[in-house]
C-alpha cells in the first residue's frame, strides 16, 4: 500500500500569494494520517474524511471532514455519502482517499456506503482507513502482511524534516474541533458583564444619533449620517489592526457590533478583504466575535467566515459560521458562505465582492430619492 498523495499548493495561487516553497507528500498510509490534522487545523475524533485528489501525482484539491452519525442510521449514512460524492462530481474528481475516525460499528457502515456510491459514480477510492487507538485498519488492502487483521500502529509525531514540510500547511494543530470553537466563543465572567455595559451605551448612543436627526426634519439624512459614524469607526479599527494595534476598550468594540447592523457599514468592511492583510483581518473577527453580544454577534462572525475561508481556514470558517447562524439563523451572509463552504469550493473563490467605492456608489444609488418616513431599520437580515 505506496499511495502518495502531494499537498501544499492544493488550489491555484491567487495573485497575491506566492508559489509554496515545498509540498508534503504522503508516501505511506501513516505519513498520511500525520497530514490530515494539518489540513484541519485540529486532530479529527468522530469523524470522516473524504480527501479529493487529481492529476499530478494526485494532488489535493479539497478536504471534507464529517462527524459520523451515531448511531449509524442508514438514512443519515446515505445523505452524508451522497454529499461527499456530490462534492468530488462537481469537482470533476475521480480519485479520493477517505479516513474514518472512531469504533468500527461507526465507520464500516460509513466505508461501505461510501466505496459503494463512489463505484457507481466512476470515483475511485484509492484508500479507505479506519483509525483509532493509535492504530489504523484499511477496507483497500487485505494483505494481512502489510495490513494485520489486529491493526497497524502509527506514529502521530512528525519527525522534525516532516514537521518542517507539513508546517507550510498549517503550523497550528489543536486537540480537537471543540479547541477550535473555543477560540471564537463567547467571553464570560467580568469580560462578559463590561462588553453588556459596553453594548448598552453604544444601543444609547445610536438612539440619541436617530433622534437628534429626527428633530432636525431631515429625515433623509438618518441612514447616511449614522453609517458615517460606523464607517468611519470601523474604517479606523480595521487600519489599527492592519498596523499591528488592537481595540483599546469594550466601548470601541461595542460601536462596532452595533455599527454593523447596518449592511452599508459591514459590507464596506467586508470590501475591504484584502487578501494580503488577512491575518490581521482574522485577529480583529475573532476579537469582535467574541466580545459580541447576543443580537450583534451574526455580522462579524459572517465577516470572520469569509476571511477564514478566504485564508483556506473551513473549519474555523465553520465554527464561525456556527455562531453567526446561532445568533441570526436567516443571517443571508452566513446562509450564502455555509452554502458555498460545505460545496467544497475553493478559497481562490473567495474574492472581495466590490471595492469600498463601488459599495458606497451602490448604497447611494439605491437611497438616491428615498425618504426615511419610519424609524430607521439597522438590520435587514432577518
Known sequence: MTQTLTAGDDFPPAPHQQEPTAVV???SPAALLRLIPHLLGFVPQA???VIGVAPPRDRIRVTLRYDLPDPPEAGLVADLTAHAIGVLSAQRLTAAVAVGYGPEALVTPVAHELRGAAWQAAIDIREFLRVQDGRYWSYVCGNEACC??????????PDPAEAEALAVIGDTVLASRADLAARVAPLGGIAAESMRQATRRAEQHAARLLAKVR?????GAARHMIAAEGLAAVGAMIARYRDGGRFASDDEIARITVALRDLR???????????????????????VVRRAQPGYVAAPAALLAF???QSGEGA???VALDRALADNPRYSMATLLRQVIAAGAPPSLARLPMTPEEVAASYD?????????HELDMDDEG
Open 25 to 27: 507528500r504522503a508516501g
Open 148 to 157: 494485520p487483521a489486529a491493526g497497524v500502529p502509527f506514529d502521530a509525531v
Open 47 to 49: 469523524s470522516l474524511i
Open 365 to 373: 444609488e439605491a437611497e438616491a430619492g428615498k425618504h426615511l418616513d
Open 307 to 309: 476571511v477564514a475561508w
Open 316 to 318: 474555523l470558517a465553520n
Open 265 to 287: 457599514v459591514r459590507d464596506d468592511a467586508w470590501a475591504r478583504m484584502d487578501p494580503a492583510c488577512a491575518d490581521e483581518h482574522r485577529r480583529l473577527w475573532t476579537d
Open 215 to 219: 428633530k432636525s426634519g431631515r429625515l
